[in-house]
Structure formats: C-alpha cells, structure tokens
C-alpha cells in the first residue's frame, strides 16, 4: 500500500482528502503546514504528497523548493491542489519549481484521483524530462536578470534626488555594476565588479570593454556597443578576464540610462555554467534510462536489445561511445558483443580478461566482472588501473569510463562499458542513473531466458493467491446454481460466517429482504452473460446490517463457456456515512446545526421572488453579539463555542415557519422573515434581543449577553439579495455605534454615511503619494516664563474633490482600514525633520508632540520605527514627544507599560493627551513612564464660570504635582482661562489666545514675531 502525504491547514480539507484517498487503498498521513510535512517526511519519506498553496509558517511553493532542494526528498513526486492560486503563471510557476502537478480545487473525485494515479505511476526520468527544467533553466535566469536591470534602472531614476540612497544601492549591491560612457571607457564601478575582476574602483575607472573581456571576446564589443545605442537594452554572456589573468564566464546586461551613461550589470555565471553542465549530464542520463526501458519493453532477445543499449547511451545519455562485453566461459576473456559511438576503432584486438591473475584483467572490465560491482575511472589516461590502455585511450580520447557488471540469474556474467571525453563525469547522481541501466539490462537478460519465464509465471501465480486471499474485500467463488465454493479470509471477517457455516450456502444468506428487485435484476444480468454491479444492504451473523459494493462476474473456461460466478464485495458502510456528513457539511454549520450560506441564498432567492410576485414584503437582519470577543479570550474557545449553540437553539425557537436563520461565522447571524413587514421585523428584533439577553449558564460559568441587530426590508431597501444584505449589515453597524443591545432598520442617511465613508477611504489610499496632506503647528508656552518652549503636530488634509476633511473624519476611517500606519509614519518623521531643520537655521531649541493613534501604539514595530527616524534626522530624542490618548493607554495597562517602558528606555518622552476622559487608574497612571498630562480641552471650556470643571482641573494639575508629572492645558482661549491655570500652578498651555494650529511658513513667521515682542516687552506676550 503506497504512502501518501496531505498538506492543509483546513482540518476539513485534510479529512475530506484522507477520507477519499483511504477509499481507494493508500495509506494518508497529514501535515498542517509546510515546516511540518517536511520534519514528517525526512522522518519517514512518503511515495506522493499533495499540498495545498497558501498556508501559515510555510506556504506550498517554499515547501516545493526546500522538497526538490532535498536529496532525500527529490525524487518522490509533488501534487499542488489549490483553490487560491488558480491562474496559469501560478500553474507555470508551480511547474517551475519541480511540482509534477497541478490541481484546481474543487475537482471531480474521478479525475482526481486519476491524476493522482498517472503521477504515481509515471517513472522518475518521465517526470523530470515532462517539466524541461534544465533547458528552461538559463531562459529563466536571463529574464530574471533582465527585470533585476530594469527595476534597478528605475529605482535609480525615482531616486535621482536622493544621492546618498542611490548611492547606498550602488555601493550595496549583490552584482557588479559598471557605469560607462558610450564608447565603452568606465566611470564608475561599485564594490561588486571590484571583486569579481579583483581591481580597485580607482583601476577600474578609465580602463574600457577591451582591457577586462578575453582576448577571444573582443571582437564583439564594437557590435555590442552600436547594438545597445540602437536598442537601449543588451544582454550576453561574455568571458572575462581578471586583473591575475584567470577568465570567468559571465551574464552581463547593459542597458542606457537616462544621461546617456551605459549601466552594466555583471553576474559570475561560474557555478552556474558548471550546474547546467550537470544538470545536462544527468538529464541525457535520464533520456537514456528511459530509452533502456523502453527497448527493454520492446526487444524480444539479447541480440536485438544490447546494441540498442549503447545506442542509447550515446544517442541519449551524452556518452562518446559505449560497449557490452560477455564473458568467454571458456577463455575468460571478455569478448565485445555490442557497442556504438565516436572510437569503436578502440575495441579493435582488445585484450580484457575476467581473470585477476593476468594483467589485462586489472582493468575497469575484468575487475567489474570478477569482483561484481561498478568501476569508476574518472581520470582515464592517469588511473594506474587503466595503465595497460592509456596508450590505447589516448589515441582515442578518452577523459573518464566506468564499467557496470551485468548479471544473469544472479552471476556476474557480463558488463556494461561507457567511455567520455570529460574527466570527473561520473558523479554521485550520474552513477546511481548508470547503476540503475545496468541493473534494468541485466533484468531484461534474465527475462530472456525460459527459466526466468517459468520462474515469472510461479511469481505471478503466487501474487495472484495473495491477492485473493489476502485482499481487503470480500470474496466468493459460487456454482452456476449460488451454491458458494471458496470465500477468502475477508468474508470470514466481515460477515462473522466461518467457513464450515458458509460453504454450500447461498449468498442469500446475508440478505434482510430488503431490496429484493436489485438481485432480480442481478440474476437478469448473470443469466444474459453479463457483469453486475451495484450496492446492497446486506447483514452480518448477528443480525447488524451493513451496506455493500458488490460486483459479480462470470467466470469462463478456455472454451468460453460460463463455470462460475465471482462475487467481490466491499464494505462501504463508513463511505455513506461519510458521504452523508459530507452532504451535511456542504449545507448546514457544523457547530449550530443552522443552514449554511448555501442553504441560506437558495431560500433567499426562492422569498424573493415570491415577494416579487406576489407584492409581499420580505424582511434580512444581520444579528451579530456584543463583545462576544472577551468570552472567547477570557474563557476560551470550547466556552464560547457552546455559548454560540445556545444562542442558535434560542433564536431558532423564536422564528415561524418558513422563516431562516443561518450563521455566518464567528458570532454573526443572518435572519429572513418572509413576508415580514417593518412592524413584524420590529417585534420579532425585540424579542430576539430579549431571549439573547437572558442570563446564560455554561459549565461553571455565568454571564449575560446582548446582540446588535440591523434590519432591511423589501422593496424599500432593496430589491436584490446583494443590497438587501449590505443594507442589513449597515444598519447593524449603526446599532453598534448607538450603544449596542438595540436594532436598527436601514436608513438612506445610513446610506449616505456609508458612501461618505467609503469615499474617505478610498480617497486616503492615494492622499499621501499625491501630497495632500499637510501638517500644521500649535505652540505650546510656558506659564512661568512665556516662551514657545513646543509645538504640537496636527495633521491637516486638502482634498481636490472633497475639500478641507476634519481629521475628526479621516482618523477614524484611516484607523479602520489600516492606512493610519502609513499616515502616521509620514507625520512623525516630518515633524522630526521640520524640527531639525528649523534648529539647524538657529531657531530656539524645543520639543515637537506628535499624537498616536491607538494602531501605531500597539504595533510591535513601534520603538524602532521612532529610534530610526530620529536617527535619520539626526534629532535627539528630547525634543520628541508622544502623546497617548488616555482611553488607549486604559485599553490594555500591561501592555501599555511595557511599550512605554521601551521608549523610555531610548529616551523618547510620552504625555498623556485628553486626561480626565478615559477613567484612569491611579495604580496605573503611577506606573506609566510619561512625565506630563495633557488636560482635555472640555474640562478648560468651562473653568471661568463651571464650579465641577474648575475642580476637576484643579484636582488633576495637584495630582500631577504629586506625582512628579508636569501638566498642559489644551483648548485655552480667554485671559480668564489663562489666569484660572496660572493660579492652579499649570505648567504649559495651548490653544487659540496664543495660535491655532498654523502651516509651517506661518509658524516660523508666528514664532520669530512672538520672541520679538517678548524681548522688546520682558514679559509674557498674550
């Protein structure tokens, strides 16, 4: 039974595939990933493996190239079966990579499994020639090589204005780089080309094409030179000639850059050439073992197939002649029976003996033959065992020979001789593929002898009892009259019958009487001559009842009349059971038991178009748990799983007939009440609401839950099933922002925010590569002597279309779809800069705030992204400050300390923006490493004239006195507020009595006439 190997990380696929394969007698091991089949697989390798492309830790094209990197490994075949990559360069790259096939998902049992069989039994020469890989090899490399110049071209012309950063590409590169004029003279070299010429950049520069190509190649520049000024793009491969002297081949591509200069990129082609060389050499090795067998398939005799034999070696297996020899029984004397190439001249009065005695058998031949095994002469003309024909080999050429012993019955008898014009031919590879030609010769010999086809025949009979008696299925052997003969071991086992009760009975036996038209129609086909197949039910000695693939045959003698019946019989009991789970799956959620997506848009379309019809009303709401996140990672997974089979058994208990409700996955929901109206829909929303928010007890565990339900009704919120849920699911959002446990119907403002929405954030993905964005600078002053002693960095965005866009708007939207990342670098490191820049042209020195959104501060990237743009701009990390709002800092505390922590341990300062707000913890706040509080603007609004407002101000500024925190007020606008905060004790403030947030131009401009009046008055400016 052969092995094979399933790679998935989908459990359900891996038991669909090892459910299928079982059934057809292999034996199925599983791999979730790639790192895992390959420990698997180097453990106890397997004949076949089938992957699946896209999957974590490893995916399936690493996989293929650690599998055909692997000695062990690379030869066992590889099957890709994927539903993600389907398009033909996905097919063609797969196949590039050593994959021996490629299966879209889903296919077709049948055809499945035919292609699993075709690779499985396709021989390892057929396999590898099918894919071409040694030819496509250099074509491959040569494209690739190409693109490589092309994208550095273009990286180097968007980089023009950044010098030091092309520099650094030039400078860092893997390859050589040349830069030339046109007549071929070097301008410049980089590092790379340095090495492989073994010349200094300062030699270099000057010296032209002539001065560094082999003499054989010059030749060729001035056709080079006038190609690449006609074409812009030039590619060969050259040999060149080091500062030593010593000549290396190379892919040198060149292309015209821009200034009219010539860029060349070098690549020492070396090694490569020399594994082209041997992937050439085992590849012809390849074609001829594949020939050998065919000839061996094909010839009927010794003197039909051994010169075909050394044809193929030479024809096919790249060899310069080769020959077979025979033993001389008499003589001892290896005498040529067959030979073929380029010097059989060499065979002319050669004097081989089998004999270790005489000097002509310490040969190659003579010791293969005497001592039975291979030889290998890789250095002919200076191995001492091939001193009696060097002469003889020189005349004739020879580099390197091997000579394999062939067998009949077990005795050396022969050998097989091959001869090349290169030393070091035979590498480890290359014997192993002679071997294995030897061995496959030697099996056709014995084949040709009559003692080997009767002792075949007794092989195959035996093989043949085995088969039968040993075979998995049921077998029976009945009279023309059912009466059974013979029943293998199977039988016995499978219906729990011995021998002695079942022989002479009926296999009626095992019938229940329940499906007594199918043996009718049996005995019709059996009567007429015919096969018969079908599936029954059929009972074992106890009465169980078990489901049967039965076929029957009739059984003729060499006259062709009929003598018996063969019944051959399979248990396919746990098959249906597995086809009715399968049946299952494809339709209802294996967790709840509700209809599944499928199910769902079947009776979605049906209650449509009954509402179409019939002018009815037809209701969709997407329900999905509020929170249902924190059961899941507080309690765990089973936990919430058995929760989410309760909340299914309660809403399908509150639904009518005729109404659906499917899950989604995760913890959504989606519900269709046909002919509902919103009335109904309300009160059928309610009631669900109400059920979901009784108290749930699951295990040890109790808790309370509650949903949030949108609601779209048909027509006026669609008229197709693609709007009618998109506007459910909108209106479900909306009652998750209205403070979730509610529902929601569908509303054309929902709509229109949805489409706002949308807008943003398509706008956003193209905001920052066209500059739209802006940033503008609040200052921060100090109250104890009035200086501008900070700025806060607002980010602020003009839109063409869309005008000024508050970031109360896009923040959100930038948050949600991820783009905050990108955005926000783009922030830091300009207002890094702007700061360097403006202390670099002597203003005074000052902090710049720059706020985090609350994805920037959980990214783990977050400390080194700081440290590297304050690197760049060569900023100290004091005048860089970050704010924090406090509802994020209060979202996850540990994991806020240990991000602060980071920080402060680089020396980058944190504030706290928005205090008062976010429900802080003492304990915590404590043991936050941020050294000032950012009081929230909707606590300063009021402080002139707000009792609560002036004490919570006062509290929070005494607090942060007592924790050693400095404090800044945010949002300060009248001399009141001023006076109000001075007499607090308040540290800093901020807002429009001094500024609003102002373009970088006005805050130089706001700044340098601040200090200005501050100097001419002393005091404090307002």
């Known amino acids: ?204 520069i000057g010296l032209c094409a002539k001065d560094i190509v082999a003499q054989s190649e010059v030749q060729y520049i001035q056709p080079a030179l006038q190609a690449i000024k006609s074409q812009s793009d030039y590619h060969r491969e050259w040999r060149l000639r080091r500062k030593d002297g010593s000549v290396f081949a190379a892919d040198v ?16 082609i070396t090694q490569r050439k020399v594994a082209e060389a041997k992937v050439q050499r085992l590849t012809n090795l390849y074609a001829a073992l594949s020939q050998c067998n065919q000839a061996i398939v094909r010839c009927t005799s010794e003197a039909e197939l051994l010169p075909q034999v050394c044809r193929d070696a030479v024809n096919f297996g790249g060899m310069k002649m080769a020959w077979i020899g025979m033993l001389d029984g008499a003589s001892g004397m290896v005498r040529p029976v067959a030979s073929f190439g380029t010097g059989i001249a060499y065979l002319d009065g050669l004097d081989i003996s089998a004999d270790a005695e005489k000097p002509s058998g310490h040969g190659p031949s003579g010791i293969s033959i005497s001592e039975d095994r291979p030889v290998w002469c890789q250095d002919f003309l200076h191995d001492p065992a091939t001193a009696f024909w060097h002469e003889r080999g020189a005349r004739f050429g020879w580099g390197a020979s091997a000579s394999l012993p062939l067998h009949r019955k077990g005795a050396s008898i022969g050998t097989f001789n091959v001869y090349t014009a290169e030393v070091n031919a035979f ?101 007429n001559g015919n096969s018969w197949q079908s599936e029954l039910i059929h009972q074992h000695k106890d009465g169980s009842e078990y489901i049967e693939s039965v076929y029957v045959s009739p059984m003729r003698d060499a006259d062709g009349q009929i003598t018996h019946y063969l019944w051959i019989k399979e248990d396919i009991t746990e098959q249906k059971n ?217 980010l602020r965005w003009q839109h063409p279309e869309l005008g000024n866009v508050s970031p109360a708007e896009f923040i959100p939207a930038a948050e949600d779809s991820g783009l905050i990342l990108p955005i926000g670098e783009w922030v830091l490191r300009t207002a890094v800069q702007q700061l360097k820049c403006w202390m670099d042209e002597g203003h005074p020195a000052m902090v710049i705030a720059v706020n985090l959104s609350a994805v920037q501060f959980r990214h783990p990237s977050l400390p080194d992204l700081v440290t590297s743009i304050l690197n760049e701009a060569q900023l100290p990390a004091e005048h860089l400050e970050l704010e924090l709002t406090e509802g994020v800092a209060m979202y996850d505390p540990q994991g806020a300390i240990a991000v602060m922590d980071n920080l402060h341990e680089r020396g980058i300062r944190m504030s706290i923006d928005d205090f008062g707000t976010g429900y802080s913890s003492l304990n915590y706040l404590k043991k936050f ?64 009595h001094y500024s609003k947030p102002l373009p970088t131009a006005q805050f130089e401009a706001f700044a340098a006439l601040f200090r200005k009046r501050q100097g001419a008055s002393g005091t404090e400016v307002t």
């Open 1 to 204: 039974m052969q092995n094979i190997l399933v790679v998935d990380d989908k459990e359900a696929n891996l038991h669909l595939l090892q459910v299928l394969l079982t059934r057809h007698d292999y034996r199925v091991g599983t791999a979730l990933d790639g790192a895992q089949a390959l420990a698997q697989a180097r453990q106890t390798p397997p004949d076949l493996v089938i992957t699946d492309i896209l999957m974590p830790v490893m995916d399936g094209f690493t996989l293929c190239r650690e599998w055909k990197a692997d000695a062990r490994l690379k030869h066992i075949p590889l099957v890709f079966y994927t539903a993600t990559y389907t398009a033909p360069e996905d097919e063609r790259l797969a196949l590039d990579l050593g994959a021996d096939a490629f299966i879209v998902k889903p296919a077709e049992q049948a055809s499945f499994m035919a292609r699993i069989r075709a690779v499985l039994a396709a021989p390892l020469a057929q396999r590898l020639a099918a894919r071409q890989m040694p030819a496509e090899e250099p074509l491959l490399l040569k494209a690739y090589n190409q693109v490589l110049v092309h994208k550095l071209e273009h990286k180097l012309l968007q980089l023009a204005e950044s010098e030091q950063y092309g520099r650094k590409l030039f400078e860092y590169a893997p390859d050589g780089i040349l830069i030339a004029d046109t007549d071929g003279c070097y301008l410049d070299a980089n590092p790379g080309i340095c090495r492989l010429l073994g010349y200094t950049r300062d030699e270099l």
């Open 253 to 268: 591509s060149l292309t015209t850059m821009p200034d009219g200069k010539l860029l060349a990129m070098v690549q020492d």
């Open 427 to 527: 590498d480890e590879a290359a014997q192993n593929l002679l071997i294995e030609m030897a061995m496959d010769v030697s099996y056709a010999l014995d084949r040709f002898t009559t003692e080997a086809e009767r002792k075949q025949e007794q092989t195959q009979l035996r093989k043949l009892s085995q088969v039968v008696e040993q075979n998995p299925n049921a077998i029976i052997i009945t009279d023309l009259d059912a009466n059974i003969e013979y029943v293998n071991p199977a039988f016995v086992k499978a219906t729990g019958y011995n021998l002695a009760e079942i022989i002479g009975q009926s296999p009626h036996l095992l019938q229940p009487g329940k499906t007594p038209q199918i043996y009718a129609d049996m005995w019709a086909h059996l009567h």
């Open 578 to 794: 597995a086809d009715e789970r399968i049946q299952y799956l494809a339709n209802f959620d294996a967790l709840t038991g509700l209809p599944n997506r499928i199910q769902l848009d079947d009776q979605l379309k049906y209650a449509l178009s009954q509402a179409k019809r019939n002018g009815g009303y037809l209701a969709v709401m997407f329900l999905d748990l509020d929170r249902f996140k924190d059961i899941n990672d507080t309690l765990g997974h089973s936990i919430g799983d058995a929760f989410l089979v309760e909340v299914a058994k309660r809403v399908r208990l509150l639904l009518r007939e005729g109404d659906t409700v499917s899950r989604l996955g995760g913890d959504e929901f989606i519900l269709l009440l046909p002919r509902s109206d919103a009335r109904g829909a309300a009160q059928i929303a309610q009631k669900l609401l109400n059920a979901i928010a009784e108290p749930y007890q699951i295990e040890q565990y109790d808790f309370v839950m509650t949903a949030s339900i949108g609601i779209s009704l048909y027509p006026s919120d669609g008229a197709d099933i693609v709007t009618l849920s998109k506007s459910a699911d909108t209106a479900m959002y909306r009652a998750k922002q209205d403070g979730r446990n509610c529902y929601r119907f569908f509303t054309a403002e929902m709509q229109a925010r949805a489409t706002r929405s949308l807008q943003l954030v398509n706008a956003l993905r193209h905001a920052l590569e066209r500059g739209q964005f802006q940033v503008h600078y609040q200052p921060q002053v100090s109250m104890r002597d009035g200086r501008i002693i900070g700025a806060e960095a607002l």
């Open 929 to 992: 490493k941020v050294y000032k509080l950012k009081i929230d603007q909707s606590f300063v609004r009021d402080i002139s004239t707000d009792l609560e407002d002036k004490a919570i101000v006062a509290a929070i500024i005494s607090m942060a006195k007592s924790l050693g925190l400095q404090t800044i007020a945010e949002g300060v606008e009248t001399a009141e507020q001023m006076a109000f905060l001075r007499e607090q004790g308040c540290d800093e403030v901020q807002g429009y």
